[in-house]
């Protein structure tokens, strides 16, 4: 049996876009129902950043079977362990196809607050070296935005989450409303000087910029740098929708937020030309739902979103709502990551950091700014850090010295590791598997995604430049690498739902409007028609606060 209920707004999911979504739709003074996949979590019983190995089952190592069994693509993950293993989705739930010589690691978080629980926090702006690149190059199709456009909305965005950073005036890494940035260490204010005497300013090493508080901000106390933030965060030091975004929500008294709701289509009024209905299935009672609003907001993540998408079939679109340019599915990119080089630093022997500093250094893109690389377009940034060798825990031997060479610590090291653009190609596609459903029976995406020689480019030169900064800093030991991770895991899974100026050639337009049914905004990063180089959450915020400007204003004049 069907019900259904009428709000003013919808939004699907609560992760980092839905709560964004959720905010700004309550405080413009609209009921809005926010509709979740998965369960409620409860921050004082959940968030376990203060957990010590011990008091783990595994002592921290995980129960490798249980892993193997039940997260054999999300144990991928770096944050995906015995700590946070929770905040991450059971695979054989929530199956994908891909084929065995093209994996993609997909890896999601199914709960109140999605992924804003376990992200890594950094945020940099986008410039219009991004958004005209499609238009210049022609990969891709042109940005209806550009930096104008969206700079208030990130200004915005900044000022409520709490961004940590420094100014750095770059054309390329545009500045924020920063408060102040979290120290250097030692090793990292060495290879800072060395980077800035040898190439004339054109690399440049600083702090990451990162959406954790150093200060007090609004009613949020500063980090107190216990350092596991994909745990959670008891203080709401590091922003999340848990605890920032969804809070503002409720506080208007205009949210209705339902859990254990999964959205499996999205019903299309042919007369209307609107979305009419958002059909759900309880999670835990499998029965039936349909809720309806003026305004859908499709915050279910990028590839969750599309795949709702094209699974609302009608005979108007029987290949999925709104993709009557046929582009739905299609320019799916993640970011190209994991080369670079680290080095020895010799010498501070007498410096020590203090506390676990959630967060490390950004070098911005320098390649393809000022002039164009012979071999590839686009470019890249570092991430990375400092950090002083450990005790020596490997130390051979026996008795005495044995335990003296414990308590020793190793020199200073360096690390710079490489995240690049990826750039937007048609045959990178995601599409209904014919066969496999998820557990709750909805049909699961098959993913064709694999990087391209200009990727691969990229991160050879990655590993090249690395070691040119280590070499100027005076580094020793230095080792270049290169891994090759599988499209997916840097976790950055943009496009297939891109905004464009022509209805013919895109899915969405310039205010994450969808142009086949005017009453729905899809805003995650499926909405993205080139990656960049920059962790994109904020972007997709930024482009969330700006779309519901314009469906607010949309409905005030009575055209939605
Ligand atoms: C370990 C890790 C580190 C990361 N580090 C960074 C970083 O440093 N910087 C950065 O910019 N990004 C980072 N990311 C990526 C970032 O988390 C995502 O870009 C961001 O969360 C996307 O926001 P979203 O709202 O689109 O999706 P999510 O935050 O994933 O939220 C989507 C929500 O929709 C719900 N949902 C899905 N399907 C349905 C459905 N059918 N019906 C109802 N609800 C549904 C989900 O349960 C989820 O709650 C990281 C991610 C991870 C996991
Ligand atoms: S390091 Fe800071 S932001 Fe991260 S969990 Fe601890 S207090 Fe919170």
């Known amino acids: 049996m069907s019900r259904t209920t009428t ?23 609209l009921r809005t129902l926010v509709l979740e996949a998965g369960g409620p979590i409860d921050p004082a019983k959940d968030f376990v950043e203060h957990v010590q190995p011990w008091q783990l089952h595994f002592r921290g190592r995980g129960d490798r079977r249980s892993m193997e069994k039940n997260q054999f693509i999300q144990k991928n993950c770096y944050a995906c362990d015995e700590w946070s293993g ?41 410039s219009d070296l991004d958004f005209e690149a499609n238009a210049k190059d022609s990969h891709g199709i ?109 506080a208007t008294g205009r949210l209705t937020l339902r859990p254990h709701s999964v959205v499996h289509s999205l019903s299309f009024d042919t007369a209307t030309r609107r979305v009419s209905g958002v059909n759900v299935i309880d999670a835990n009672t499998r029965q039936p739902l349909t809720f309806s609003a003026r305004v859908v907001f499709l915050c279910a993540s990028t590839l969750e979103s599309t795949r709702i998408l094209l699974n609302s079939k009608s005979p108007e679109f029987p290949t999925g709502l709104a993709n009557s340019s046929g582009e739905l599915g299609r320019n799916l990119m993640d970011h190209v990551m994991g080369a670079g080089a680290s080095g020895t630093l010799a010498g501070m022997e007498d410096h020590e950091s203090y506390g676990h500093r959630p967060n490390g250094t950004y070098t911005p893109r320098f390649r393809n700014v000022k002039s164009q690389h012979p071999d590839f377009v686009r470019g890249y ?25 414990l308590l020793k610590h190793g020199p200073w090291g360096f690390q710079f590791y490489g995240f690049g653009e ?31 020689d200009n990727e ?40 297939t739902a ?33 990656s960049a180089n920059q962790n994109p959450s904020i972007t997709y915020m930024a482009l969330t606060a700006r779309a519901v400007d314009h469906a607010v204003d949309q409905m005030k004049r009575n055209v939605l």
């Open 7 to 29: 709000f003013d707004a919808i939004v699907i999911g609560s992760g980092i876009t839905g709560g964004w979504a959720a905010k700004e739709l309550t405080e413009h003074g």
């Open 498 to 530: 891109r905004m464009g100026r022509d209805p013919k050639t895109s899915v969405l337009n310039a205010h994450n409007q969808a142009w086949d049914a005017l009453n729905l905004y899809c805003t995650d990063g499926a909405c993205m028609a080139s």
């Open 456 to 495: 691969q480019k990229l991160l050879q030169d990655m590993s090249v430049t690395a070691a040119e900064m280590l070499e100027a800093a005076g580094a020793t030991n230095i080792k270049p690498f290169v891994d090759h991770n599988p499209p997916g895991l840097t976790i950055h899974e943009m496009g």
């Open 381 to 405: 940034a570092f991430q990375g850090g400092g950090w002083r060798g450990g005790f020596g825990s490997d130390a051979p031997g026996f008795g005495r010295e044995f335990k003296a060479q």
């Open 422 to 452: 990826c750039l937007p190609r048609p045959t990178n596609q995601v599409s209904l598997d014919p066969v496999k459903v998820d557990a709750w029976g909805i049909p699961a995406l098959h993913i064709n995604c694999v990087w391209s």
């Open 86 to 126: 929770k905040f991450f989705v059971n695979d054989n739930d929530n199956p994908y196809t891909f084929d065995a010589d093209k994996p993609f690691h997909w890896i999601r978080g199914r709960q109140v607050g999605g992924r804003s629980i376990m992200w890594g926090r950094q945020v940099y702006r986008w």
């Open 142 to 250: 042109d940005w209806p935005i550009r930096y104008a456009d969206i700079a208030p909305w990130y200004s915005y965005v900044e000022r409520f989450i709490g961004v940590s950073g420094e100014r750095l005036g770059l054309s390329q890494l545009p500045d924020g409303e920063f408060l102040k940035p979290m120290e250097l260490n030692c090793a990292e204010q060495m290879v800072r000087t060395g980077i800035a005497k040898s190439f004339g300013g054109e690399r440049v090493l600083t702090i990451g910029r990162c959406a954790i508080l150093s200060e007090n901000h609004r009613d949020r106390p500063a980090c107190h740098y216990c350092g596991t933030c994909e745990r959670g965060c008891i203080t709401r030091s590091y922003f999340n929708s848990i605890g920032v975004t969804l809070p503002a929500a409720r």
